[in-house]
C-alpha cells in the first residue's frame, strides 16, 4: 500500500493522545497514583489536543475534505463510521471528565466519568485498528494482532507522555516507571509477534484468489490447468497501481524495521529506567518512541499488499 503521510500521522498522534487519556483516567479511577490537580488537567488537555490534531490530519488525504462528515452515517457496517461516532462521544466525555478535575467535585461524580473516558478511548482504537484488520484482501493486516498492536503501542506511547507529564511536576514514581516499562515490553512482544506472523503465513496468489487452488480439470482432460495471468488490462499507470502498487525492497524493509524497534522501544525504555526522576530524560523518551513509532506505521502501510496487484502482474500478496 502507499504510505500516506496524513494517516500515518493521524495513527500515531490519536493512539498516544488515546492512550495517555486512558491511562490518567485509569489513575485516577484507581487512585494508584495521587498526580496533582493541574498535572491532571494538563495531561487531559494534552491528550485531547493530540486527539483533535490527529484526527483533523486524517482528512487531508481525502478528495474532498468537506465531506468527512459522511463518515458519520455507517455506524451499522462501517469500523470508519463507529470510530467516528465514538471520537465525537469520547471528546464530549473527556471535556466533561476535565472540568470535574476541578477541586471541589466530588469522587462519586467524578470516577464514574473517568471510567466512562478509559473505556471510549479503548473503543476508539479498537474502532481505528479494525478498518484495517476487517480487510480480508490485504494479508497483512487481517490479523488479530492488529488490533493488539494499535491499542497496546497507543497506550505505550501514552505511558511515555504520562512519565514526562509526572517528571515535569515532581511526581515520577517507581510504580510509573513500571507500567510504562511493563507496557513497552508487552507492546515489543506484540510488534514481533505481528512480523512473524505475517512473514509465516501462506502468500495469496491468483489461483487462490479466484478459487482454484488445485488447478482446473476440464472433461476428459488429462492434465491440470492452472491460473494465469493472460493480460494487465493496462498500458500505464492506473489509480489502482498508484495506491496499491507500492513496493518496498527487504533489505529496505529490514533496515526500517531496526530503526523502529531502536527509536521505538529501545532508546525510551533505555532512557526511562536510567534516567531517573528527571523530565529531560523523559521528554527525549517520549519524543523518540513517537518518532520510532511513525516509522513503524509507515511500514505497517509499505508492507501491505493487496490482492488487486495479482491481477496486474504480482505473482503472489
Given at each position: 500500500m502507499k504510505p500516506?503521510?496524513?494517516?500515518?500521522?493521524?495513527?500515531?498522534?490519536?493512539g498516544a493522545g488515546?492512550?495517555?487519556?486512558?491511562?490518567?483516567?485509569?489513575?485516577?479511577?484507581?487512585?494508584?497514583?495521587?498526580?496533582?490537580?493541574?498535572?491532571?488537567?494538563?495531561?487531559?488537555?494534552?491528550a485531547?489536543?493530540?486527539?483533535?490534531?490527529?484526527?483533523?490530519?486524517?482528512?487531508?488525504?481525502?478528495?474532498?475534505?468537506?465531506?468527512?462528515?459522511?463518515?458519520?452515517?455507517?455506524?451499522?457496517?462501517?469500523?470508519l463510521s463507529r470510530e467516528a461516532v465514538f471520537a465525537a462521544a469520547l471528546t464530549l466525555v473527556a471535556f466533561i471528565y476535565g472540568g470535574s478535575t476541578a477541586d471541589g467535585v466530588r469522587d462519586a461524580i467524578r470516577l464514574p466519568i473517568a471510567a466512562l473516558t478509559s473505556l471510549l478511548c479503548w473503543t476508539v482504537l479498537f474502532c481505528t485498528a479494525m478498518i484495517y484488520?476487517?480487510?480480508?484482501?490485504?494479508?497483512?493486516w487481517h490479523t488479530r494482532w492488529?488490533?493488539?498492536?494499535?491499542?497496546?503501542?497507543?497506550?505505550?506511547?501514552?505511558?511515555?507522555?504520562?512519565?514526562?507529564i509526572a517528571s515535569a511536576y515532581g511526581m515520577a514514581s517507581r510504580s510509573l516507571l513500571i507500567l510504562a516499562v511493563g507496557l513497552g515490553v508487552a507492546s515489543l512482544a506484540a510488534k514481533l509477534a505481528y512480523w512473524y506472523t505475517i512473514g509465516k503465513s501462506a502468500?495469496?496468489?491468483?489461483?487462490?484468489?479466484?478459487?482454484?487452488?488445485?488447478?482446473?480439470?476440464?472433461?476428459?482432460a488429462l492434465s491440470v490447468a492452472q491460473a494465469r495471468l493472460l493480460d494487465v488490462g493496462h498500458s500505464r499507470g492506473t489509480f489502482l497501481t498508484d495506491e496499491f502498487g507500492f513496493v518496498l525492497a527487504r533489505q529496505h524493509a529490514t533496515t526500517l524495521r531496526a530503526v523502529a524497534l531502536v527509536l521505538g522501544f529501545g532508546l525510551p525504555l533505555l532512557w526511562l529506567v536510567a534516567g531517573g526522576p528527571r523530565w529531560q530524560p523523559a521528554l527525549a523518551a517520549a519524543a523518540c518512541g513517537i518518532i520510532g513509532l511513525l516509522v513503524e506505521r509507515w511500514l505497517f502501510f509499505a508492507e501491505a499488499r493487496h490482492t488487486v496487484r495479482l491481477y496486474h502482474g504480482d505473482p503472489r500478496t
Amino acid at each position: 500500500m502507499k504510505p500516506t503521510f496524513s494517516i500515518i500521522f493521524f495513527t500515531v498522534i490519536s493512539g498516544a493522545g488515546l492512550g495517555l487519556l486512558s491511562l490518567l483516567a485509569l489513575a485516577d479511577l484507581c487512585q494508584v497514583e495521587t498526580l496533582p490537580k493541574s498535572a491532571l488537567t494538563s495531561g487531559i488537555a494534552l491528550a485531547l489536543a493530540l486527539i483533535f490534531v490527529g484526527l483533523a490530519s486524517s482528512t487531508l488525504h481525502l478528495a474532498k475534505p468537506s465531506n468527512a462528515w459522511r463518515a458519520f452515517s455507517r455506524f451499522r457496517t462501517s469500523w470508519l463510521s463507529r470510530e467516528a461516532v465514538f471520537a465525537a462521544a469520547l471528546t464530549l466525555v473527556a471535556f466533561i471528565y476535565g472540568g470535574s478535575t476541578a477541586d471541589g467535585v466530588r469522587d462519586a461524580i467524578r470516577l464514574p466519568i473517568a471510567a466512562l473516558t478509559s473505556l471510549l478511548c479503548w473503543t476508539v482504537l479498537f474502532c481505528t485498528a479494525m478498518i484495517y484488520a476487517s480487510l480480508k484482501p490485504i494479508r497483512q493486516w487481517h490479523t488479530r494482532w492488529t488490533p493488539v498492536n494499535y491499542v497496546l503501542l497507543g497506550h505505550w506511547s501514552g505511558a511515555l507522555l504520562l512519565a514526562a507529564i509526572a517528571s515535569a511536576y515532581g511526581m515520577a514514581s517507581r510504580s510509573l516507571l513500571i507500567l510504562a516499562v511493563g507496557l513497552g515490553v508487552a507492546s515489543l512482544a506484540a510488534k514481533l509477534a505481528y512480523w512473524y506472523t505475517i512473514g509465516k503465513s501462506a502468500p495469496t496468489t491468483l489461483a487462490h484468489a479466484i478459487g482454484v487452488d488445485q488447478g482446473v480439470r476440464g472433461p476428459g482432460a488429462l492434465s491440470v490447468a492452472q491460473a494465469r495471468l493472460l493480460d494487465v488490462g493496462h498500458s500505464r499507470g492506473t489509480f489502482l497501481t498508484d495506491e496499491f502498487g507500492f513496493v518496498l525492497a527487504r533489505q529496505h524493509a529490514t533496515t526500517l524495521r531496526a530503526v523502529a524497534l531502536v527509536l521505538g522501544f529501545g532508546l525510551p525504555l533505555l532512557w526511562l529506567v536510567a534516567g531517573g526522576p528527571r523530565w529531560q530524560p523523559a521528554l527525549a523518551a517520549a519524543a523518540c518512541g513517537i518518532i520510532g513509532l511513525l516509522v513503524e506505521r509507515w511500514l505497517f502501510f509499505a508492507e501491505a499488499r493487496h490482492t488487486v496487484r495479482l491481477y496486474h502482474g504480482d505473482p503472489r500478496t
